[in-house]
């Protein structure tokens, strides 16, 4: 592939871990002990309770999160690494890559979630089968994706690896919700369509506030440094406004994010 696509690939895997690490792992950790409890108690209706609440929350916050980046991941990695040795070419290509890997970014998050549901009944070896399937599907995607591109000579040929990674977290989320759903250890509670057309609902707001503000602002690798992280955070704030707007005004309501299990 083009020199550099190494480190565009590196650079923009950093910024899709950035979600993972402040939202995912934390939901994963917190869920984790209720799991344990309902498990140790044979409390299979709470079990699956449970569960059902940590999916509804990753969703409503790995989905903007996935959305933001790939709005944003142009005026994101301009404004965060581009200065030095970093152009305005690796900006670009590194953008690529963080706009292919962030459709990833809810399957990473919900496999945080899903994986505890098997460690909390000491089941380490369904997550490895899946994991080991992942590993396969990634390379098989990478080499079926990316060999096309690089034999025509697309310099952005590297995006088709963070893709394989995006559909090979797809493939993970799967497996693992597959395998719970068939040993009945997950059945989702009532309400899904409406909590998924509220998400739909603010993702709409969200984009609709951050595209105009984008196209306002024009260019981010022409304003100065701090101009630049102003922009982008004033962007980032108000794409957070609307979609918090979004979700009140069809109905969600803070307490939702109480367990009460």
Same mark, same amino acid.
């Given at each position: +592939?083009? %020199? ?39 409390? *299979? ?8 609440? *940590?999916?509804?929350?990753? @969703?409503?916050?790995? @989905? ?30 590194? /953008? ?10 809810? =399957?990473?998050?919900? #496999?945080?979630?899903? /994986? ?7 089941? %380490? ?20 994706? #990316?060999?096309?591109? $690089?034999?025509?000579? %697309? ?19 799967? @497996? ?36 105009? @503000?984008? %196209?306002?602002?024009?260019? =981010?690798?022409?304003?100065?440094? $701090? ?13 957070? *406004? ?5 979700? +009140?005004?069809?109905? $969600? ?9």
């Amino acid at each position: +592939l083009a %020199t550099g696509s190494q480190t565009w690939l590196w650079y923009s895997d950093r910024l899709v871990e950035f979600p993972l690490g402040l939202f995912g792992v934390a939901l994963g950790t917190v869920i984790l002990p209720h799991l344990s409890g309902r498990f140790a108690a044979t409390d *299979g209706a709470g079990f699956s309770s449970a569960l059902d609440w *940590g999916l509804r929350q990753v @969703l409503l916050l790995a @989905l903007p999160a996935a959305l933001g980046l790939i709005l944003l991941a142009g005026p994101v990695v301009t404004t965060v690494f581009e200065r030095g040795a970093f152009t305005a070419l690796d900006s670009t290509m590194t /953008a690529y890559a963080v706009m292919a890997m962030s459709l990833g970014i809810p =399957f990473f998050m919900l #496999t945080k979630v899903l /994986a505890p549901a098997f460690f909390a009944r000491q089941d %380490t070896k369904t997550p490895m089968k899946a994991a080991i399937a992942t590993v396969v599907a990634n390379v098989a995607l990478t080499i079926a994706i #990316t060999t096309p591109l $690089w034999l025509a000579g %697309t310099q952005g040929a590297h995006a088709g690896i963070a893709l394989a990674t995006a559909i090979a977290g797809a493939v993970n989320a799967a @497996l693992l919700w597959r395998y719970l759903k068939r040993d009945g250890l997950y059945r989702p509670s009532p309400g899904w369509g409406r909590h998924l057309l509220r998400l739909l609902s603010g993702c709409l707001a969200m984009a609709f506030v951050v595209l105009a @503000l984008r %196209t306002w602002i024009g260019d =981010f690798g022409a304003l100065g440094e $701090w101009m630049r992280w102003a922009a982008l955070l004033a962007t980032v704030a108000a794409g957070a *406004g609307a979609y918090g707007i979004g979700l +009140l005004a069809t109905g $969600w309501r803070p307490r939702e994010l109480r367990f009460n299990g």
